[in-house]
């Protein structure tokens, strides 16, 4: 069992920033998903073990970037511009056997998330 672990969620201001982290020992494509108040679990970004395969969401395309530290076992969601819009939960998600996994199906480890909030 892989343990997810997702940590710099808060709460901001629209147009601020934050940057989420995810705990992310071995060798999976991860993925950041996240879900608003009844709401659907929606795909954000994807990024595979070589950090390579690198898929955005069109909501958050050209305002958030997803990057990976193998060395430290961590995966990076860097959030800019961000806006009210944006407030979720976010959990980041790994996948054993895709690359440019977009789909939930297709993870098979998840965190338990990290709340972001984006006030106007």
């Known amino acids: 069992q892989v343990q997810l672990v997702e940590s710099g969620g808060g709460s901001v201001q629209a147009g601020g920033s934050l940057r989420l982290s995810c705990a992310a020992p071995?060798?999976?494509?991860m993925g950041w998903f996240r879900q608003a108040p009844g709401k659907e679990r929606e795909f954000v970004a994807t990024?595979?073990?070589?950090?390579?395969?690198?898929y955005y969401a069109d909501s958050v395309k050209g305002r958030f970037t997803i990057s990976r530290d193998n060395a430290k076992s961590t995966v990076v969601l860097l959030m800019n511009s961000l806006k009210p819009e944006d407030t979720a939960l976010y959990s980041c998600?790994?996948?054993?056997?895709?690359?440019?996994?977009?789909?939930?199906?297709?993870?098979?480890?998840w965190g338990q998330g990290t709340q972001v909030t984006v006030s106007s």
């Open positions: 071995g060798r999976y494509t």
């Open positions: 998600a790994a996948s054993r056997y895709y690359s440019g996994a977009y789909a939930i199906g297709q993870y098979d480890y």
């Open positions: 990024i595979n073990w070589m950090g390579g395969n690198i």
